[in-house]
């Protein structure tokens, strides 16, 4: 079956040092990928999205990189700041058409 | 415009009971994702519905069901509730079918005792 991970369930950055989550997912055939940041209280929010014909897409402040080789998916947070504390999701489009998501990253910053 | 919306945003239910949940889309948007989403097993994908036809399905039990009506608002029911069923319960909303950039209402949290 497919399986989206991620490598760690909690990271703890300094406020302005920069962050990177990890994701790996299991199926090479899955071609497009989200990251998602769910704040407490409150339901997933979009971030930024890459397709498998990308290896890196970059938004305002984040950075995704995607390495098809080892399958697997990084986001990237430049400047990390107070408001960038939550959980982070990656989700992966299988060919059924259905996201699988991974069981997320709690991301704290530190004043 | 006004984002989904979800209601109740919690419930609490004994096990056996059953359970509907409600979520209105963002207005204009037709497609509704139902998901649940528990500290172990992360946000899984429950079903999607488009003008009112269930287009997709996830790997759920058939006390699992949903239905969406022609304003688009959707429910979702779980009957014979058990403990394991306690989850926060996401709906999602996008223009068109199976579109890449859901929006996410706040979720109902159902707590089976």
């Known amino acids: 079956g497919e399986s989206v991970g991620l490598h760690l369930p909690t990271l703890s950055v300094q406020e302005g040092d920069n962050s990177i989550i990890n994701c790996a997912y299991s199926?090479?055939?899955?071609?497009?990928f989200i990251w998602y940041k769910q704040e407490s209280g409150k339901g997933p929010q979009f971030i930024i999205d890459?397709?498998?014909?990308?290896d890196k897409r970059q938004g305002q402040r984040v950075t995704v990189l995607l390495n098809k080789t080892v399958k697997h998916l990084s986001l990237q947070i430049a400047a990390t700041q107070p408001g960038d504390s939550a959980v982070y999701f990656c989700?992966?489009?299988?060919?059924?058409?259905?996201?699988?998501f991974g069981t997320g990253t709690s991301l704290t910053v530190i004043p | 415009k006004a984002g989904v919306t979800q209601t109740p945003r919690y419930l609490i239910k004994t096990r056996g009971q059953q359970v509907t949940l409600s979520c209105s889309p963002i207005?204009?948007?037709?497609?509704v994702s139902w998901y649940q989403q528990t500290p172990g097993q992360g946000l899984q994908f429950l079903f999607e519905?488009?003008?009112?036809?269930?287009?997709n399905k996830g790997n759920f039990p058939g006390r699992f069901s949903g239905r969406q009506f022609s304003n688009s608002r959707s429910e979702m029911n779980v009957s014979t509730l058990e403990l394991g069923d306690s989850a926060l319960y996401l709906c999602?909303?996008?223009?068109?079918?199976?579109?890449?950039?859901?929006?996410f209402g706040p979720g109902t949290r159902l707590t089976v005792l």
């Open positions: 519905y488009f003008s009112e036809t269930q287009r």
């Open positions: 199926n090479s055939a899955s071609d497009y």
């Open positions: 989700a992966e489009l299988n060919t059924g058409n259905q996201f699988y």
């Open positions: 890459i397709r498998s014909n990308m």
């Open positions: 999602a909303s996008s223009a068109r079918l199976a579109v890449n950039e859901q929006f």
């Open positions: 207005s204009g948007h037709r497609s």
